[in-house]
């Protein structure tokens, strides 16, 4: 059974960082170019990022562009999100996607709070 | 980037009942390559992370209830569930895969009547 399971998620003050971790079994991560979508509260669904799944040719929402970092390491099944330069508009669940075709399995996610 | 509209923004439709709905891309997103539409549909239910329903426009996701069904190409693409159940009560959201940015619609509230 595919399970992601996130963690790393916290409450921060704007200007801050914090690296999120998804934590990948049931399936080889190897395999999958990976992605983390977040979910502003009571809003709508906004892809953050994907990552192949070599690890090569990162892309990222213009919303987070030189702010966030996506990366894997495939040999600990973990997908990873460093989170630079936080603003109050990044506050959001945090959802890491196995992407089959697209989206196909996701975790619970972790909230980030970005507040003073 | 690809804008994804979906109408209505809500929905109340009674058990058993027919409950449809739209979404529409600001260009295509059908690959002339593989005759593919890069459309899929996520149910969201509170508190849960969203589930694949629909890819490819109109292949359900494996388990799956066939009461859903997805159809549409090139811009304009529909959601229906032929027999409205409790359970189905959630946010849909159609999205692209196309290109990225990968792009959402903005849900829709679909509930009971």
């Known amino acids: 059974e595919v399970q992601l399971v996130e963690s790393g998620g916290g409450l921060v003050q704007p200007g801050g960082s914090l690296r999120l971790s998804c934590v990948a079994s049931g399936f080889t991560l190897s395999t999958y170019a990976m992605n983390w979508v977040r979910q502003a509260p009571g809003k709508g669904l906004e892809w953050v990022s994907v990552i192949s799944g070599g690890g090569g040719n990162p892309y990222y929402a213009d919303s987070v562009k030189g702010r966030f970092t996506i990366s894997r390491d495939n040999s600990k099944n973990t997908l990873y999100l460093q989170m630079d330069s936080l603003r109050a508009e990044d506050t959001a669940v945090y959802y890491c996607?196995?992407?089959?075709?697209?989206?196909?399995?996701w975790g619970q996610g972790t909230l980030v709070t970005v507040s003073s | 980037d690809i804008v994804m509209t979906q109408s209505p923004d809500s929905l109340a439709v009674s058990l058993g009942e027919r409950a449809t709905i739209n979404c529409k891309s600001s260009q295509s997103v059908l690959n002339s390559s593989n005759n593919k539409n890069y459309l899929a549909w996520f149910q969201q239910k509170p508190g849960q992370p969203p589930k694949l329903v629909i890819y490819w426009a109109s292949t359900r996701d494996s388990g799956v209830p066939d009461r859903f069904s997805g159809s549409g190409s090139g811009t304009d693409f529909t959601l229906t569930i032929s027999s409205l159940q409790a359970e189905d009560v959630a946010v849909y959201y159609c999205q692209q895969y196309y290109s990225t940015p990968y792009t959402f619609g903005q849900g829709t509230k679909l509930e009971i009547k």
């Open positions: 996607a196995k992407e089959r075709v697209t989206f196909d399995s």
